[in-house]
């Protein structure tokens, strides 16, 4: 099993940038493909990106987020980040980072471990 911790949510206006974090805790973390994703009231949770497990070679986006938004991992620090750039309003959400067992998942059914969320909010 793996507990995750998000960290690096805040405020920030159109156009800036945050830098999310999740800290794993465990031995392999390598073996997990990780996911983020983001959800407001009243609405489903919502896949935005994910990373392999081990190389993290391969990464998926949604379109909304494609050349905004980069996810790598560091298996030595057992983290897992989201770079997001040039933020607009419609990203705020809270944002939760997910462990798969799979090598790669775009779906929530595919993510059995959830971290308790970071909020972020864009200002316009």
């Known amino acids: 099993q793996v507990q995750l911790v998000e960290s690096g949510g805040g405020l920030v206006q159109a156009g800036g940038s945050l830098r999310l974090s999740c800290a794993a805790s465990?031995?392999?973390?390598?073996?997990?493909?990780m996911g983020w994703f983001r959800q407001t009231p009243g609405k489903e949770r919502e896949f935005v990106t994910a990373?392999?497990?081990?190389?993290?070679?391969?990464?998926y986006y949604i379109d909304s987020v494609k050349g905004r938004f980069t996810i790598s991992r560091d298996n030595a620090k057992n983290t897992v980040y989201l770079q997001m750039n040039s933020l607009k309003p419609e990203d705020t959400a809270l944002y939760y980072c997910?462990?798969?067992?799979?090598?790669?998942?775009?779906?929530?059914?595919?993510?059995?471990?959830w971290g308790q969320g970071t909020q972020v909010t864009v200002s316009s």
């Open positions: 990373i392999s497990s081990w190389s993290g070679s391969t990464t």
């Open positions: 997910a462990a798969s067992l799979l090598t790669i998942a775009t779906i929530k059914n595919g993510y059995p471990y």
């Open positions: 465990g031995r392999t973390f390598g073996r997990y493909g």
